[in-house]
């Protein structure tokens, strides 16, 4: 007798992404990160630790950062979700990007993307944070190459762009 290993089953999941609706079919235990990398090609969201440890796999879930190696794909059905690569308008970078381009905020930038979207989330919940709320904020975002001072003052010229001053 002849034994064969089922196919895995797939399941349909739904979400729009960066403004832009996506579909495809995955596997239940699939992560959402892997799903946005590989299914949707934005590999801008970055794996880090895959524990939901480092930050580097943040995106916004209806607003919200979460680390997207912790969810898995089908629990995003019918969400909303911003990734690094929704930030910019074109060539135009965000005011956070410019922000941090301004302060020099990132030495190899793999952080970077989980970093600014956890700025994003931040800056549109409190846009006058006070240097002490963005550390908080920003605790659970790891990087392994700054001291992290550049980037809490790419944060504060970011706070200064968004609310109509110069990054200066």
């Given at each position: 007798?002849s034994?064969?290993?089922p196919?895995?089953?797939?399941i349909g999941v739904?979400?729009?992404?960066?403004?832009?609706?996506?579909s495809?079919?995955?596997e239940p235990?699939?992560?959402l990160?892997?799903?946005?990398?590989?299914?949707?090609?934005?590999t801008?969201?970055?794996?880090?630790?895959?524990h939901g440890?480092?930050g580097?796999?943040?995106?916004?879930?209806d607003?919200?950062?979460?680390?997207?190696?912790?969810?898995?794909?089908?629990?995003?059905?019918?969400?909303?979700?911003t990734t690094?690569e929704?930030?910019?308008d074109?060539?135009?970078?965000?005011?956070?990007?410019?922000?941090?381009h301004?302060a020099?905020g990132?030495?190899?930038?793999?952080?970077?993307?989980?970093?600014?979207?956890s700025t994003?989330?931040l800056?549109e919940?409190?846009p006058?944070p006070?240097?002490?709320?963005i550390?908080q904020?920003?605790?659970?975002n790891?990087?392994r190459?700054?001291?992290?001072?550049t980037i809490l003052?790419?944060?504060?010229?970011?706070?200064r762009?968004?609310?109509g001053?110069?990054?200066?």
């Open positions: 007798m034994t064969s290993i196919m895995h089953e797939t739904a979400f729009t992404v960066n403004g832009m609706s996506f495809t079919d995955v235990r699939r992560s990160s892997d799903v946005i990398r590989e299914e949707a090609g934005l801008g969201t970055h794996l880090g630790c895959e440890v480092c580097a796999c943040t995106i916004l879930l607003g919200e950062p979460v680390r997207s190696c912790l969810m898995l794909a089908p629990q995003a059905e019918g969400t909303e979700i690094i929704g930030l910019a074109g060539d135009q970078l965000h005011p956070i990007q410019q922000a941090m301004e020099h990132f030495q190899c930038a793999f952080c970077s993307p989980g970093f600014l979207m994003l989330a800056l919940r409190n006058h006070t240097r002490d709320e550390r904020e920003l605790s659970g790891l990087c190459c700054t001291g992290y001072e003052n790419g944060v504060e010229t970011a706070v762009l968004m609310n001053g110069s990054g200066e």
